[in-house]
């Protein structure tokens, strides 16, 4: 119960932040001007409330989903006899699907905006949802899971995009800081809180919960966001392909592109189904401690993105860049995966400073776009967003395909874990030499 208290005041913390900084900003802005898609103007809650909570709730449901698997994956083994493999691959449908969405919704917010597209995604997201409360096989439980994935797709992708239209440019660090702090409630909410109802609700009545959720979400987008203003000149869909397929060649691009699949995809995997399995076999936990773990993790992670959210701002005008913030960031998660795999250091302890650390994943897209010219953003985000979802689906399938080849040749489960962990430290080290070097001068590949 203390668990579950701690989660509702990290909600309020969350709230009291946003207004700090959202009211004055919203002032500033003059975003009560802002037009309805019916003409009308939004009323005096459209700082923080109309334009901020949509994007929220979206964001929310996105890492709640993603994280779910992470809980019930006993319950599922048990219940449908899955291989370690199966498991893995069941988990990573939604990284597929989500990933091979990410070209096709940056080119469809860039043309009808975040309203409609997170809108008729998220009514995706409910459908997948609920499928995926009734399904009894693994092939019927991937399907549901991967439509759940092209659901979400749009959810962070879509807050970008909106503060981009709606939000002034020194105030991009804080903003994502918050909206990732949103996804934090969500990977939080699935730990400890879902572990406490499961008895009650069973795996399959939280997603039938779940997809009222995403319905009610989609509702709450396609009334309280504004329409986009109307984009001149927009470009065909064979000049929007060639613009991406130009970013996918520019050195800086390629910079970020490891990093963003084996830091910020391997912490997704990590997150969302792997930390049970190891505390369980390596730290000798019970699913109840091992939910406990994830809260430390999640909660760290949440106070790494509200500090980035609160800070964002100081930062920058610092002078202390993106950049910075990702060779201080992955160095340290680097140490701190070293220890939780060779120090036998108390499991909360690591993992909470290892959520801490995973804040700089929020700074690569910055980072990324700051080397192209401002137009591209979206589509900068969202390529670097599909080598994320990629990443993870490798790690994520990769390591579940390790441990049965492993157990297979007559090692124990925490052995194998180790191997898998290990390996994927090494991928990281090696996606962490090319952000070492001196940045490559601001591109213009894909600017038409």
């Known amino acids: 119960m203390q668990q579950l208290g701690l989660h509702w005041i990290c909600i309020a913390w969350v709230q009291r932040c946003l207004r700090a900084q959202c009211t004055p900003l919203c002032r500033g802005l003059g975003v009560v001007e802002t037009t309805r898609s019916d003409g009308g103007e939004l009323g005096p809650m459209s700082g923080w409330a109309r334009l901020f909570l949509p994007f929220a709730l979206g964001y929310y449901l996105s890492y709640l989903l993603r994280t779910v698997n992470a809980v019930i994956s006993p319950l599922l083994t048990d219940e449908l006899g899955l291989s370690a493999a199966s498991l893995g691959l069941l988990t990573s449908a939604y990284f597929l699907a989500f990933g091979a969405a990410q070209i096709p919704v940056g080119i469809a917010l860039d043309r009808f905006g975040p309203r409609r597209v997170e809108a008729s995604l998220l009514l995706l997201a409910a459908l997948g949802s609920a499928l995926f409360a009734t399904a009894d096989s693994l092939g019927g439980l991937a399907g549901a899971r991967a439509l759940v994935g092209l659901g979400v797709s749009a959810c962070l992708m879509g807050a970008l995009k909106g503060f981009a239209l709606w939000y002034p440019l020194e105030r991009q660090s804080s903003m994502i800081g918050f909206i990732m702090a949103a996804g934090s409630l969500g990977a939080l909410t699935a730990s400890v809180p879902l572990e406490a109802v499961l008895p009650v609700l069973g795996w399959r009545g939280a997603f039938w919960i779940i997809a009222a959720v995403c319905l009610l979400a989609a509702v709450l987008v396609l009334r309280a966001l504004p329409d986009s203003p109307a984009v001149a000149g927009e470009a065909s869909l064979v000049a929007a392909l060639r613009v991406v397929a130009g970013i996918f060649t520019t050195p800086a691009f390629l910079r970020h592109a490891p990093a963003s699949a084996f830091f910020v995809g391997g912490f997704m995997a990590l997150q969302s189904l792997w930390v049970v399995p190891w505390v369980m076999n390596v730290d000798r936990l019970d699913l109840a401690g091992a ?15 509200l500090t980035v959210g609160v800070f964002g701002v100081r930062l920058a005008r610092a002078g202390i860049e993106p950049i910075g913030l990702l060779r201080i960031g992955y160095g340290a998660m680097l140490v701190v995966q070293g220890l939780i795999l060779w120090s036998g250091l108390p499991a909360l302890l690591l993992w909470g400073g290892f959520g801490l650390l995973t804040a700089a994943n929020s700074q690569i897209y910055l980072s990324a776009a700051r080397a ?3 137009a591209l953003f979206g589509r900068v985000s969202t390529a670097l967003n599909l080598m994320a979802f990629v990443g993870a689906f490798v790690v994520q399938w990769g ?3 390790g441990l049965d080849l492993m157990r297979g040749v007559g090692a124990e489960m925490p052995q194998a874990l180790a191997w898998g962990f290990g390996g994927l430290l090494a991928l990281q080290a090696l996606a962490y030499l090319p952000l070492l070097g001196r940045r490559p001068a601001r591109s ?3 600017a038409e």
Do not use: D, E, Y
């Not at 939910?291 to 993105?305: H, S």
């Open 399 to 401: 390591f579940g395909i």
């Open 291 to 305: 939910a406990t773990v994830l809260v430390a993790l999640n909660l760290g992670n949440l106070a790494g993105q």
């Open 444 to 446: 213009s590949k894909g």
């Open 372 to 374: 192209f010219p401002p």
